[in-house]
């Protein structure tokens, strides 16, 4: 996978997906909660009684529907109510409403106050589209499946659970687990756009086997990542002059240099964290740069040569960061914020300074799917309409460099994931608007042209997601964003299986770039 | 800090310091240790007392000297030996000599085995240059101190213990350590071997600080990372061709691509993991890909939209490596057991493709002091002629960049860490051919002249350091290696800081590379 969003964009999709989807199903919210107040003051029942009242008729109404209190009681400085709603005007909207208004009424009448509201018992019970497959479980809660009718039920916690809008995130949670069931298993939609003439290769060797082979790539000391010497690095600088000097130049893309860390935060904000917590790689900083506390470490590793690993685990935080996995998160963390004056628009950056890490366990192959790569990412942000036409002129440019330069034979596909077409819910336009483009390259090695072919870039725009994550605005218009992944793994992978790894076999067009290979050092 | 070899270097010869400086003083050996035998057997006493006779006036000996089985007994099947020595055939080493020939000896007689044999316990006693200042701690012993008398006291141990060496890095690390409490706070030595000529600077302002006035670049989301607008990311780029275009190309360097990661292994064997484990970025992997096992960590940030410490704890696996600190070890590593052609030496290499980053603590300014950083690192290995003369090659070429280009006011001096001047033990000659030279550039903001000046960068040669940690060899002769950091942002803060930010204002020879800025993106 060079790029996340199709993944993430198949994440965002499926969060309005489930928004249209459970709108015409019931939902029910029956919670029970305590007041805490600030005295145990006698003679205030009245004023609790005629505010409930008030409450049940306007405070706690949504137009027609809302919340209604039940009952409730008082004991001590313990104020208990029943509170039931159903979709609209929510019960624990409604609890920190009356703890707002309520608390202002004692305050005036008797002086007292009300300390924190908390949910003794919660229960909220909603039908989900399809029924559930197998038994599903969410923090915080148990929860009870009845055919298509889901329980939940929560039992005691604070204030800020209520404030912090838990609520509302366990049932998305919980709806998206149950539907997640259903696509188990189910691939990514694939459409073909395009593709070129079928083009005769050089040849029909894996070029990862044959560059190993020669001494040209070596595995690095760590899982899944390579050392380049210098043919292979040759290479691969090359494929990245073209992809600037070709395609981003040429278009107006300008650098960026960003840091190679990526606050986990950052990631909440894209969506990353909760979509591939295990495909990173996480960052810990030392407790402590005095060398006084590493002394034992040190004595230890001066000893015995090895790594002391419990001493390690002491000195060692729990990591707030992880490497960067795509280059967009940092970009669009830069722009937090921001109003982009009409004049920088569309804002076209790239950045190539960072590798990215992507822990992988099974399929690894040569230098194409591995845990380290290097690749350039381009970021564009504008309008709608100039998004599109961005994303028309990178797709000229990139067939430029397929066709005439690479020489490559090669396909553009729409990726978009299975269920949203089963449910028919993208329109054709918002479909062709925002999206991904795969791009791939037939690898000779692995067959004929019916194998499955290496993504080799994408294009996507993913419409106000970034935008509005990280606040980023123009003068007037919403803006929209999108971004461009380009392999150079994936393009010398591409490139070398169709053409060989000999220069005078190689494209003129490609020749204009690299028409000899540095020498490689000799071992005996 | 461009570069860790100045550090090292002086570990390394502090090491051979000690060597020097500990052999005229006394050493005292003497070792408990039992052999466990395969069986409880009668009648062998003859055998070992024969033994022990024999072993004492040959097995035992080097040459006038060696150890001394002053007492044994044996009960069940435990036999148990004291044995003393000076410095030479010492204790441990005779109780392994003993285990091997009495084990063969009783075998043939006796059918009996040596199972294992264990240190009892172990007093070593040896006299040190200077007396301790403070007290001084050691794993695996209790220490204590009798003016330069010091005694080393190791409990019970198994067979390991005296087989990896574990005794003679103890006693070597207790003599460093009290050997350093002697230098703490003092500065490396310092030398002076050339400047250019003054050069009147176009402003006096501090080029970071301006920088992020005008937002060309952005204090990164952690700590000491900078993210690098286009006008900011075009010059640090320019700094890297000239480095390329103008030094390394011409003198014949070859460029490779090498991964970020650096196992900790390869930290022990350069020096690094036991000289500094409190400036790296430590690399976790998850402990799981699989999306099952990372479930509640998922769930919990979407409720929550935080970070789940307590989970992500779980999840994460303690770190194997870390965050490249300086590219050379990977590149030695990549060499790893190599015998280099005589055709191909001197071996010309360099890497520019990751980032490297330190932990720091205080001290950091600007885009000059950082977490993390950009530099080129050249590494070469050839005969001690090869590297002398691609050293002068070098210095050459960096004279032209900073004459010719740059035009910074900039000079040389020879690093040597101060105690060995003290000592008078490395040879005026020793010291010119081995050692660090570092280049440093006037920052005008500080003040004049007398301030401290920006290291930019540095030369090393290392001798036979890292060839021989690495195993790397030519046919013939053996091989030397060193390095040259060249640090992107250091080269960018001396010549913004002497030349101003105005393109107008800068020399032909910088503006061949770079007359015009990019624009940058407006923000309201």
Same mark, same amino acid.
């Given at each position: ?225 390579? +050392?380049? *010497?210098?043919? !292979?690095?040759? $290479? ?7 992809? %600037?000097? #070709?395609? /981003? ?123 380290? +790569?290097? *690749?350039?990412? !381009?970021?564009? $942000? ?7 036409? %961005?994303? #028309?002129? /990178? ?130």
């Amino acid at each position: 996978m060079i790029s996340s969003h199709a993944y993430l964009l198949q994440r965002e999709q499926w969060k309005d997906l489930n928004k249209v989807a459970s709108m015409p199903f019931t939902m029910e919210f029956d919670l029970k909660c305590t007041f805490i107040l600030s005295a145990e003051a006698e003679g205030i029942e009245n004023t609790i009684k005629e505010f409930v009242e008030d409450a049940n008729k306007s405070l706690l109404k949504k137009g027609e529907e809302g919340a209604q209190i039940t009952s409730w009681k008082k004991e001590g400085n313990i104020l208990e109510m029943r509170i039931i709603s159903g979709r609209k005007g929510r019960s624990h909207e409604g609890a920190i409403r009356i703890k707002k208004h309520l608390g202002s009424l004692l305050g005036k009448k008797h002086r007292i106050g009300i300390r924190e509201v908390r949910i003794k018992e919660y229960i909220i019970t909603f039908d989900v589209e399809k029924e559930p497959l197998k038994d599903v479980t969410i923090p915080f809660a148990a929860v009870y499946v009845d055919g298509k009718k889901v329980t939940m039920k929560i039992g005691e916690q604070g204030e800020e659970f209520l404030r912090e809008n838990y609520i509302d995130r366990m049932i998305k949670v919980l709806q998206e687990k149950i539907q997640a069931q259903h696509y188990e298993g189910k691939k990514e939609y694939w459409e073909l756009i395009w593709k070129s003439e079928e083009k005769k290769p050089v040849w029909d060797k894996d070029p990862s086997e044959e560059m190993q082979k020669k001494g040209w790539v070596v595995p690095g000391p760590t899982k899944g990542k390579w +050392f380049y *010497r210098p043919p !292979a690095a040759a $290479i691969l600088r090359t494929m990245e002059r073209i992809a %600037v000097e #070709e395609v /981003l130049i040429p278009l107006g893309f300008q650098e960026v240099m960003e840091p190679m860390h990526v606050p986990l935060e950052t990631w909440i904000k894209t969506g990353h964290l909760e979509g591939m917590p295990g495909e990173f790689y996480y960052i810990s900083e030392p407790v402590s740069r005095d060398a006084k506390e590493w002394e034992h470490f040190i004595d230890l590793v001066k000893i015995t040569k090895e790594v002391p690993i419990e001493e390690l685990r002491k000195n060692v935080k729990i990591p707030k960061a992880g490497v960067c996995y795509a280059q967009c998160p940092n970009i669009y963390w830069s722009l937090s914020g921001k109003t982009i004056a009409e004049k920088s628009l569309p804002l076209l950056l790239f950045d190539r300074s960072v590798p990215s890490d992507r822990y992988e366990s099974g399929g690894r192959h040569g230098i194409e799917r591995v845990d380290e +790569f290097h *690749r350039v990412e !381009a970021v564009y $942000i504008g309008t709608k309409e100039q998004l599109l036409e %961005v994303k #028309e002129r /990178l797709m000229e440019r990139y067939k430029h460099v397929f066709d005439n330069i690479l020489e490559l034979e090669w396909r553009m596909a729409r990726v978009t994931p299975f269920y949203l077409q089963q449910a028919g819910i993208v329109e054709e336009n918002e479909e062709d608007e925002k999206g991904t483009i795969d791009f791939e390259a037939w690898l000779p090695y692995k067959g004929g042209r019916e194998k499955e072919w290496l993504e080799i870039q994408n294009i996507s725009i993913v419409g106000e997601k970034y935008t509005k994550a990280f606040t980023i605005k123009s003068q007037k218009k919403e803006v929209w964003s999108g971004c461009s992944g380009i392999g150079l793994e994936r393009w010398m992978v591409a490139f070398l299986a169709q053409k060989g790894m000999e220069p005078e076999k190689w494209p003129s067009g490609f020749k204009k770039y690299l028409s000899e290979l540095p020498e490689m050092p000799e071992f005996l």
